[in-house]
């Protein structure tokens, strides 16, 4: 007999067996199954559960909401920029009007032109009038302002020494 | 339990389901029980359960263009829980907090929720009891032998798509479940 044929017969042989058990356990089995069945239906139950994305049902939703939320929006926008773009337009129409962009030059006022002969006269007139006795200047006045030479007499008599 | 899903459902739903993978939302609700159920079963904690039964679809999100109908939803779903169980109990933390864990499986009474269904107080009483020794021989297999045991006797798959599920050979699958079989009558069969 073959090793492959041998190995063959050694398995049906375990199929066999199992089968065997099986039936033999099959009342232990089925309640240890209905046990964990009933846990699991109760403990998935309590998950939370989570909406998918990518589900076919769900997503359809999704872009309908999508599309019900976007539409009136993008409207809303288009009205608005309408708004905006209008009132733009009212308020170039109205400036020119209301301040003209060129003003025509106008003659400003200019002070009037003066000879400087005439300001010069203007002027001694004006100080030649009389002042006040004390104000006068006064008479035969020297320069009696402190001169080099008066300061090194006067520092020599004081025997200032440098 | 009104709107609910039974865990339960005819195999020819497999097929409308695989056409309706689209539609997502009853995907998770069809399946989401029978992932939950295999990955409690397996690791016995309802936290970690319920964490990688959420990771599970949300993998299975994120693959669905590459889901071809090759095999069925169900065989498909069942492939990415089993590599999440394994990868979690690989995990440093896993094997950090295997004892917590066994300590959260004896904690995990599985016969108080089989339904009260039987004739007289002592059938129930003696079917708690199978459930129990069922449950304790099942944390006594090796994780390949609890894997292949849950998914052929929870969760109904036969030889060849638990072999795709696990990505096993049929007889590597046929041995585990083999000798899984036999602890479990070791445990559990005296009573039955």
Same mark, same amino acid.
């Not at chain 2, 089993?82 to 300590?103: G, Y």
């Given at each position: 007999?073959?090793?492959?044929? /041998?190995?063959?017969?050694?398995?049906?042989? =375990? #199929?066999?067996?199992?089968?065997?058990?099986?039936?033999?356990?099959?009342?232990?089995?089925?309640?240890?199954?209905?046990?964990?069945?009933?846990?699991?239906?109760?403990?998935?139950?309590?998950?939370?559960?989570?909406?998918?994305?990518?589900?076919?049902?769900?997503? +359809?939703?999704?872009?309908?909401?999508?599309?019900?939320?976007?539409?009136?929006?993008? #409207?809303?926008? #288009?009205?608005?920029?309408?708004?905006?773009?209008?009132? =733009?337009?009212? =308020?170039?129409?109205?400036?020119?009007? /209301? %301040?003209?962009?060129?003003?025509?030059?106008?003659?400003? +006022?200019?002070?009037?032109?003066?000879?400087?002969?005439?300001?010069?006269?203007?002027?001694?007139?004006?100080?030649?009038? %009389?002042?006040? /006795?004390?104000? +006068?200047?006064?008479?035969?006045?020297? +320069?009696?302002?402190?001169?080099?030479?008066?300061? =090194?007499?006067?520092?020599?008599? %004081?025997?200032?020494?440098? | 339990?009104?709107?609910?899903?039974?865990?339960?459902?005819?195999?020819?739903?497999?097929?409308?389901?695989?056409?309706?993978?689209?539609?997502?939302?009853? @995907?998770?609700?069809?399946?989401?029980?029978?992932?939950?159920?295999?990955?409690?079963?397996?690791?016995?904690?309802?936290?970690?359960?319920?964490?990688?039964?959420?990771?599970?679809?949300? $993998?299975?999100?994120?693959?669905?263009?590459?889901?071809?109908?090759?095999?069925?939803?169900?065989?498909?779903?069942?492939?990415? &829980? @089993?590599?999440?169980?394994?990868?979690?109990?690989?995990?440093?933390?896993?094997?950090?907090?295997? $004892? &917590?864990?066994?300590?959260?499986?004896?904690?995990?009474?599985?016969?108080?929720?089989?339904?009260?269904?039987?004739?007289?107080?002592?059938?129930?009483?003696?079917?708690?009891?199978?459930?129990?020794? @069922?449950?304790?021989?099942?944390?006594?297999?090796?994780?390949?032998? $609890?894997?292949?045991?849950?998914?052929?006797?929870?969760?109904?798959?036969?030889?060849?798509?638990?072999?795709?599920?696990?990505?096993?050979?049929?007889?590597?699958?046929?041995?585990?479940?083999?000798?899984?079989?036999? &602890?479990?009558?070791?445990? &559990?069969?005296?009573?039955?």
């Amino acid at each position: 007999m073959s090793m492959q044929n /041998q190995n063959r017969d050694h398995g049906d042989r =375990k #199929l066999e067996s199992i089968e065997q058990m099986e039936r033999e356990l099959a009342e232990p089995l089925g309640y240890f199954r209905a046990a964990l069945t009933a846990m699991a239906e109760h403990e998935t139950e309590r998950m939370p559960s989570r909406r998918w994305a990518g589900s076919t049902a769900h997503a +359809a939703g999704v872009r309908r909401r999508l599309v019900m939320g976007l539409v009136p929006a993008l #409207l809303l926008l #288009l009205l608005t920029a309408g708004l905006v773009l209008a009132n =733009k337009n009212d =308020k170039h129409a109205v400036v020119p009007a /209301q %301040n003209p962009v060129a003003v025509e030059n106008e003659p400003v +006022a200019t002070p009037k032109q003066v000879s400087d002969s005439a300001l010069f006269t203007e002027i001694d007139e004006d100080l030649s009038e %009389n002042v006040p /006795q004390s104000m +006068a200047p006064l008479e035969g006045a020297t +320069a009696s302002t402190t001169t080099h030479e008066n300061t =090194k007499a006067v520092e020599e008599t %004081n025997g200032v020494e440098k | 339990m009104e709107g609910t899903v039974p865990v339960d459902y005819p195999a020819a739903a497999w097929s409308a389901a695989t056409a309706e993978i689209g539609d997502f939302d009853e @995907v998770v609700r069809l399946y989401r029980p029978r992932i939950f159920r295999y990955l409690i079963a397996t690791l016995g904690d309802r936290d970690v359960a319920e964490s990688l039964t959420q990771d599970c679809f949300l $993998k299975a999100w994120s693959a669905r263009h590459q889901f071809r109908g090759e095999s069925s939803l169900m065989t498909w779903l069942t492939r990415i &829980a @089993v590599n999440l169980a394994r990868d979690h109990i690989r995990s440093k933390r896993m094997r950090f907090w295997q $004892k &917590a864990r066994a300590e959260d499986m004896d904690a995990l009474d599985v016969s108080e929720w089989l339904a009260d269904e039987r004739s007289t107080p002592e059938r129930s009483l003696l079917a708690r009891e199978q459930v129990n020794r @069922v449950w304790t021989a099942v944390r006594g297999l090796s994780p390949h032998q $609890k894997t292949v045991f849950l998914l052929r006797f929870v969760e109904e798959l036969e030889l060849p798509q638990i072999a795709e599920a696990t990505g096993m050979n049929e007889n590597t699958v046929k041995s585990h479940l083999y000798r899984a079989l036999r &602890a479990v009558r070791e445990k &559990a069969g005296n009573a039955a």
